[in-house]
Nanobody, 119 residues
Framework: VQLVESGGGLVQPGGSLRLSCQAS????????MGWFRQAPGKQRDLVAT???????DYTDSLRGRFTISRDNAKNTVYLQILSLKPEDTAVYYC??????????????WGPGTQVTVSS
């Protein structure tokens, strides 16, 4: 499985971004996907998940500004982020996930995409 994230960049506070994650080497439509982020000096945290049929869920503290979606025909999962804040600065990653009692990451991490929110 190969995961390649893109769409990050330098954005002013209040701006928006749409991140993309292209997956290959798997039957994409069979897998739930997740977006994660890792801020400098911090652990990697879950942002959102989406099931194979498109049901989305979000970390409670991030609900409202983030929207996860997927296009199974393009093997791609997206993360729309609105009203960006400096604390959203992080490297953003996607991964295949298992949504059991405990969420599990199933694949090796891709390179991630850097999001920097600064004026």
């Amino acid at each position: 499985v190969q995961l390649v994230e893109s769409g990050g960049g330098l954005v002013q506070p209040g701006g928006s971004l749409r991140l993309s994650c292209q997956a290959s080497g798997l039957i994409f439509s069979n897998f739930a996907m997740g977006w994660f982020r890792q801020a400098p000096g911090k652990q990697r945290d879950l942002v959102a998940t989406i099931t194979s049929d498109g049901s989305a869920d979000y970390t409670d503290s991030l609900r409202g500004r983030f929207t996860i979606s997927r296009d199974n025909a393009k093997n791609t999962v997206y993360l729309q982020i609105l009203s960006l804040k400096p604390e959203d600065t992080a490297v953003y990653y996607c991964n295949t996930v298992s949504l059991g009692t405990v969420l599990a990451v199933l694949s090796s991490w891709g390179p991630g995409t850097q999001v920097t929110v600064s004026s």
